[in-house]
């Protein structure tokens, strides 16, 4: 969370699990039975429900703790369950998301600067893997999924930014961290071609070329897309445009489909 809260000892164990499952599920009704699901998806233990409640009264002490005023925003549900309330901009995945989406829709009307501006402060929020070192339930997994691809989303449209602004350079510097992460997303090999190619090094930019060819042969058994083959013969003949290519379009807004079929809407 974007706090305004005092530093105190976070949550531990179960408690943990259930402070995440609640923060997925922001100003939303969790019922007891599908809480008691995510903390434990294989067998449920004859004390689930009393052992759920003993997790809540921690995280409800913890956030009172933790509030710069005496309030709780762990919520008893009507019916049973909880709700976690959070405003808008103090959780990160929502001012990520919000973030986002500026910077798409300044890259949508043709303002670099801004969308560079919006997405930067987008992707610093990450500070490393989402819930790392807490298990997961398999649903807070695919939730997590989501989040991830949201993430290398926001990575993208700023490395177009970078090529836009002639930030040739430091997006070489960005995107080798994040191919490794990646390697079969054809977008971060088309970009880091043409970063190459208009930095002026041609010939390593053809030996990304060589080597995504290899790469995805070998683990996929198919030949890369015309789009980057095309990349391929027009840095061969010494004439590369940046306009053209699919990797270097401002995405639709196909996230915001995924994100009302993912149930998020609702949930921030």
């Avoid at 409640?53 to 921690?58: G, L, P, T, W």
């Avoid at 430091?170 to 088309?190: F, K, M, V």
């Amino acid at each position: 969370m974007d706090d305004g809260i005092r530093r105190t000892m976070a949550p531990k164990g179960m408690t943990t699990t259930l402070f995440v499952a609640l923060l997925l599920r922001a100003n939303q009704a969790v019922d007891s039975a599908s809480l008691v699901t995510l903390l434990w998806p294989g067998t449920r233990p004859p004390s689930a429900d009393a052992n759920l409640r003993q997790y809540a009264s921690r995280l409800r002490t913890y956030l009172q703790e933790s509030a710069s005023q005496d309030a709780s925003r762990l919520r008893s549900a009507r019916g049973g369950g909880y709700l976690l309330e959070l405003d808008r901009d103090e959780l990160d995945l929502t001012v990520f998301d919000d973030l986002t989406t500026l910077g798409r829709e300044a890259l949508e009307s043709g303002d670099v600067h801004t969308a560079q501006s919006h997405l930067q402060a987008a992707v610093d929020l990450w500070k490393g893997p989402m819930c790392q070192g807490t298990v997961l339930a398999p649903e807070l997994e695919v939730d997590v999924l989501y989040w991830d691809e949201l993430r290398l989303s926001a990575q993208l449209m700023l490395l177009q930014t970078r090529l836009r602004l002639g930030e040739y350079h430091l997006a070489i510097a960005e995107i080798r961290p994040i191919l490794a992460g990646n390697p079969l997303c054809e977008e971060l090999w088309g970009m880091l071609m043409l970063a190459f190619y208009r930095s002026h090094r041609r010939g390593e930019a053809l030996e990304v070329f060589r080597t995504a060819h290899r790469r995805f042969v070998r683990d996929l058994g198919i030949e890369p897309t015309p789009d980057l083959k095309r990349l391929h013969q027009a840095i061969l003949a010494g004439d590369c445009p940046l306009d053209g290519f699919a990797w270097l379009t401002p995405p639709m807004r196909e996230n915001q489909c995924a994100k009302a079929s993912h149930g998020l809407g609702s949930r921030f």
